[in-house]
């Protein structure tokens, strides 16, 4: 059985709360549930993480490296300007998935340029909780 770390960034602790009419009513825990159920289905296993410290992603990331079989991961902001996350994926090499609740290509201009992107195998931007699912049944397509 596949196993993949689905990491969360900053403020993402805060959904359902934070901005409803960008990021929707839905918690972080009701997103980790609509995930497990996929990945039931998909015969995945599934461990979550969540953090607001650049330095706690990057600890996450290499906690995969032989843990796990693939990441996704919503960096939030950090997705704009995170060498460290960026260094950390490739450094650990195993395939990565990289989810945005919104679309950030039609929001603010700061969020058009993405340095963490380049390091996973796709992005999926502007599905809401249902950009995690896509994420789950892409990562470990051929
Ligand atoms: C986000 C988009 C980022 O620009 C923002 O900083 C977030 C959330 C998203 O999921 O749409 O925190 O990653």
């Not at 900053?10 to 709360?17: E, R």
């Not at 549930?33 to 330095?55: D, H, M, T």
């Not at 990289?98 to 380049?118: D, K, L, Q, Y």
Request: glycine share 10%.
């Amino acid at each position: 059985m596949k196993k993949v770390l689905v990491i969360n960034g900053p403020n993402l602790n805060m959904l359902g709360v934070r901005e409803p009419e960008i990021y929707g009513k839905m918690t972080l825990e009701d997103i980790n549930s609509l995930i497990l159920k996929k990945a039931e289905e998909l015969n995945i296993q599934v461990k979550f993480y969540q953090s607001n410290i650049e330095g706690e992603i990057v600890n996450s990331i290499h906690s995969a490296y032989n843990n796990f079989d693939g990441i996704i991961i919503n960096p939030g902001a950090y997705s704009h300007y995170s060498g460290a996350i960026y260094d950390a994926l490739k450094a650990v090499g195993l395939p990565c998935a990289e989810v945005h609740i919104s679309n950030v290509f039609a929001r603010e201009e700061h969020r058009h340029n993405m340095v963490t992107a380049g390091a996973s195998k796709g992005v999926i931007s502007g599905f809401g909780a249902k950009s995690y699912i896509l994420a789950l049944e892409g990562l470990f397509d051929e």
